[in-house]
């Protein structure tokens, strides 16, 4: 196994403040749930709160010293996400996370190109944000769902990929699966996606904050992701679109800010990206936002999936003698393909038991059936427990994983 | 949090009571906790006004299924209309100590179908009355 840089990991570490706050049992905090939300580091915190001390002023238009740094700091944050992400300014439109950034594309592009005969071709492993929202489509312009299935390690089953493409107006697919952490092979589907003609939007939401992702290599015309799940605050997301399929989308939200020119009975719609976000935007926490890329940059993204990778590996090393005492990892079980995610259920302990008795040691994890309730009920699994893994965590923290794991079979007399 | 896992809890859990189907239920209601999917549905057997029999079956977390066993056990040879009023009070002595507040709808799932299928109606949360 590849050593883990500790030094550099303490140094991640005390650029987080809430990891040194213990828990009200005096339990170090092991935060073991950035697949829900990440934690955050002290230049997004501080970036916010210096808007909202120095230059809190509305952006656009306005013309005194505080509006216009305002202006430039959100603009500049664009930028960022831009750079990060190989696009263009123009292509990234702020949401307030991935589901509203989906919605976008449902009900602006959706509704304006899906009919009676087109199909939309998803995958089993779909959060419910990547399924709802098209149901909800299918069901106003007549459209049917088609769906990529899964294998009982959570990896798509590409085989029959060509006949499911088959008359498919829209691929909306998943980058990497929350449930599992299973990283579905893009460079494998898109190329065979696009020689069908489909139109293709990616959840990005779980591969973002862990993947090198670039935009232009990847040949989507859509990818949607959140901001808090990328060390970056809650309330801010983006969606990247192509420009020229941007450009012939109406509107999606209407008000201020989105249009160019307004009489009483018509109006005509500002340019790229402003045509999109309707209102005042999130300002303090789209600043926030280019903060945390400018810091995932600083790390260097090849280290971070290095760092997870090392990190899982360790984990599955430390479970494995669980398994003849009952314990299930699901999902690929394989950090090559798959992101830090280990989901997994230990004998009878049912995983909201499994939570409440690790939080008692400070180790917090997620259980339930993770928003994707169709994939739970295909896999025969009513809940499952989920530790998620991210660039602050070490060692030590599967160490704990491991001692609280201990502690329940000791709690349920396993 | 992990002293509520008692050996009486864990044998409610593991060797639920009144678990599976009546073969004729008089009244019955099914209801899921949907932040965690925890699923119960009740039966009873009532005969004139009073809980002759019931069974509870469904899946979910060892604080919501030896709740409901314990519950099934309380109620029967209980009024109907008596069952359609009980608040949270009965599951809370059931299990005696040590329900944290993010696992009560846990432990009042069951008490929640138990009344929709008392009153014959969706019941709100017992925890929130």
Known sequence: MIAIDDAKVQRVIADFPILARPTSRGKRLVYLDSAATSQKPNVVIDAIDRYYREYNANIHRGVYEIAARATDEFEAARAKVARFINAATQEVIWTRNATEAINLVAYSWGLQNLGPDDVILTSELEHHSNLVPWQL??????????????????ELVLDRLDTLLEGVKLLAITHVSNTLGTIVPLERIIPKARAAGATILVDGAQ????????????????????????????????????????????????????????????????????????????????????????????????????????LLAYAFERLAPLAPRGLAIYGPHDPERASGVISFNFADIHAHDMASILDTEGVCIRAGHHCTMPLMEKMGWSATARASLYVYNTRADVDALIEGLEKAARVFKL | MDDFYRDFILDHYRNPRNHGHLERASASAEDVNPLCGDRIRMELDVRGGVIADVRFSGQGCAISQASASMLTESIKGMPLEEAAKLSKEIVLENVGIGISPTRMKCAMLGLRVLKSAAIGEIAGWPDEE
């Open chain 1, 137 to 154: 489509v299918a069901q106003k312009t007549g459209a049917s769902l088609r769906f990529i299935p899964a294998d009982d390690r959570g």
């Open chain 1, 207 to 310: 591969a973002i904050p862990h993947l090198a992702v670039d935009m232009r290599a990847l040949d989507v015309d859509f990818y949607a992701f959140s901001g808090h799940k990328m060390l970056g605050p809650t309330g801010i997301g983006v969606l990247y679109g192509k420009r020229a399929i941007l450009e012939a989308m109406p509107p999606f939200l209407a008000g201020g800010d989105m249009i160019r020119h307004v009489a009483y009975d018509r109006s005509s719609f500002n340019d790229l990206p402003w045509k999109f976000e309707a209102g005042t935007s999130n300002i303090a926490d789209a600043i926030g936002l280019g903060a945390a890329v400018e810091y995932l940059e600083s790390l260097g993204m090849d280290w971070v999936r290095s760092h997870e990778q090392e």
